[in-house]
């Protein structure tokens, strides 16, 4: 998992040829912190996707702008559009995201 220094850096993944998953998520998050230990292993499973972990409270504005109201959430891009995104306030289960990212 990516853990990017700075926006630029960040906002460089949007861009890329392959497939990024920003897993938005914050420190304080139980909810997060109840999927954090599973992500290495869907990230085993998508070795086609780049994974770039995004603290929702350091970065608020991108937050905002792309309508992340709930955490932890998910969005998909490539090529600079978005693929898909997982976007809720619910906890999120590994089978939720597994499926999820099997639609993108």
């Known amino acids: 998992m990516i853990i990017p220094n700075n926006f630029e850096e960040l906002a460089s993944y949007v861009e ?12 304080w998050c139980p909810d997060c912190q109840f999927i954090y230990p599973v992500m290495p292993e869907i990230e085993a499973l998508h070795p086609d996707m780049t994974f770039v972990r995004v603290n929702r409270d350091d970065y608020m504005a991108l937050a905002q702008t792309w309508n992340i109201f709930g955490i932890p959430s998910f969005v998909v ?9 997982l976007v ?13 990212l099997a639609t993108v």
């Open 77 to 85: 891009t490539q090529k600079g559009q978005e693929l898909g995104r």
């Open 88 to 100: 809720n306030k619910a906890r999120k289960t590994k089978e939720e995201i597994t499926a999820f």
């Open 16 to 27: 890329s040829d392959q497939k990024v998953v920003f897993f938005f998520t914050a420190d």
